[in-house]
């Protein structure tokens, strides 16, 4: 299929054919492909945990509220956001970026890029991600209102903000896999209905770890997981051309 095709097949669908299993290895390609999402500075704040076994499966979907999804998926992924390993995130990404320019970049501009990722990755990342009880994302944000009022500076700085920005990274992976797995014929449902305390107890998470969604994985049984025609609101309700 096209990417066009992709998009048209790819359908959120709630029940899954039980006797039409699908190639695990497959799925882990999937998520590979997932791993090449576009995401805020390139910090890879995700995880993903691929559940094939069946006892797991059924905790799993317990934890989801039981939902037809994931009652009948043979697999199931769950999308989590790590903001607590920003600071092995940062020091992986600096010493690829040293490598890298050392590579890829003329000799005469090496030392300044090398100098402009350490002070991105060993200063500003871990500064913006830190967080203490709010406090550090106050501090934060008044320095970014401050600054604005000279020059353009991005103001959504708060420990939230910053919450937020890594729960859209981990969302355009889980897009991307979704996608690759259309791909493939298979089908897919992002959820986010779900007991995230039970489902991180199951994972057996860090406290630090944070659900982003679970998207159950399988083969459409039939017409019966998809609810009729794809609703969309009107395209020229939500697009502007300025």
Known sequence: MNLDEVLQYRRSVRVYDKMKPIDTEKVKHCLELAT???????????????????????????????????????????FVVRRDVYRKRARFVLDFERDNIHRNSPKERQAKRIKDRELYYGILMPFVYARFLGLLGLFRKLLANIISIFRPMMLEVSENDMRVVAHKSCALAAQ???????????????????DSRRLKRVLKLPHGAEINMVIPCGIR????GIWGERCRVPFDEVYRKI
């Open 36 to 78: 090449l999402a576009p995401n805020s500075s390139n910090m890879q704040l995700w995880e993903f945990y691929h559940i094939t076994q069946p006892e797991l499966l059924a905790k799993v979907s317990r934890a989801c509220l039981d939902q037809k999804s994931t009652a009948t998926a043979p697999e199931v992924v769950v």
């Open 176 to 194: 991307t896999f979704m996608i690759a797995m259309a791909n493939e014929g298979y089908d897919t449902c992002p959820l986010e209905g779900l």
């Open 221 to 224: 049984d039939g017409n019966k």
